[in-house]
C-alpha cells in the first residue's frame, strides 16, 4: 500500500512533529507499505494519508478527503492543534478533525481537551526512543539537569533557568539547555541568560548523538513546557533512565501518570527550585522519580509503539 505522510516540517527540521514522521515512515516501510513524506501533498494518489498537524496540513487533509472520500485518513493532533488552533483557527482545525477517518494523539489525556464527538476517533500512540548505547555516568562535578527544547513561548524555555537562580549558593546544580531559537528575541535572551547566571548554558541546536550523551550525563530532565501534545524528550528521558521534572499540565501528566512525583505548577520558578534542590540533595526522592519513570518506560519502547501503530494501519485499511 502508498501511503502519504504529510507534516509541515521541512527535511532539515529537527523538530518533533518531523521526527515522529521519520521514524513512523520506518515502521509503516517494515510492515512492507511504500511511504512518501512530504510538506504537502495537494495532488498526490495515495491508498492512505496520515497528516501531522491538524490545521497546518489542513489543505493536504482537504484535498485527500475530497478526492478519495472512501479512502482512510488518519490525523495526528499537534499540540497547538489541541490547545490553540481549535480556539483560534476553529473552522480549520475541526474541519480537518471532522474528516479524519481516525484522530492520533500522543498522550492519555487529549480526549477531555477536545470536543466530545472526536472521542471515538481518537487513537494514543505513545512515542518511543531507543535506549542509551553506553552507559549512563551522570557529572560528579556538577548536580546537571537538561532542557531539551526549542526556545519558544509555549515551551516557557528560560523557566528552569530562573530556577537555577533561586537554589541556595551551596548548590552543585548547572542547567544544560539544547534548542534551536524560534526568533531573534530568543536568540538574544538565551545568550544574555548563559552570560549572566552562573547555573546556565545554553548551547543551541545540537544533533541527536550530542542530546543523547547529555541524557547519559545528566541526574535529572526538566520539561517546563505550559502546553504539550505529548513530548518526545520525555519518553526519551524515561527510556534514558533520566528522572522527569516536569509542569503538571496535560500534555506531561498524560505520559508520566496522575500519580507521579516530580510535577511543579506551569509557570512557577520557586516550586521548581524546590524540586531541583530536593532532587540534588535527596537521594531518595530522586530514586523514587527514577523508579516512577522506569514503571512507565515499557510504554514507551519501539515493540510497543510499533505494534500500536500496525493495529491503527490494520484496522483503518480492512
Known sequence: MKISLVTPAGKQSKSGNRTTAVRWAGFLREFGHRVEISETDEDGNADMMIAVHAWRSANSIQAFSDR???????????GTDIYEFQYSHTEVTLGSMDR?????????LTERAIPERFAQKLSVIHQSAPPLTVPRVPSTRWFEVFVAGHLREV?????????????PDRSRLRIVHVGKAHD?????????????NRRYIWRGEVRGWQVRRQFARSH???ISSVAEGGANVVSESIVCG???????????????????SGYFPAKDEK???????RSETDADFLNKLASQCAGRRPLFSQESERAVLRTLIE???T
Do not use: Q
Request: proline letters at 6%.
Open 242 to 260: 533520566v528522572p522527569v521534572i516536569a509542569s503538571h499540565i496535560d500534555g506531561n501528566v498524560g505520559l508520566l501518570g496522575e500519580d507521579y
Open 184 to 196: 531573534d528575541l530568543w536568540a538574544e535572551k538565551a545568550p544574555e541568560e548563559t552570560r549572566n
Open 315 to 317: 484496522e483503518l485499511t
Open 271 to 277: 516550586a521548581l527550585a524546590r524540586l531541583l534542590y
Open 100 to 108: 479524519a477517518d481516525r484522530l492520533i494523539c500522543l498522550h492519555e
Open 68 to 78: 478519495f472520500p472512501s479512502r482512510p485518513l488518519a490525523v495526528l493532533l499537534a
Open 220 to 222: 535529572a530532565m526538566v
Open 155 to 167: 515551551k516557557d524555555p528560560l523557566r528552569t533557568a530562573c530556577a537555577a537562580r533561586l537554589v
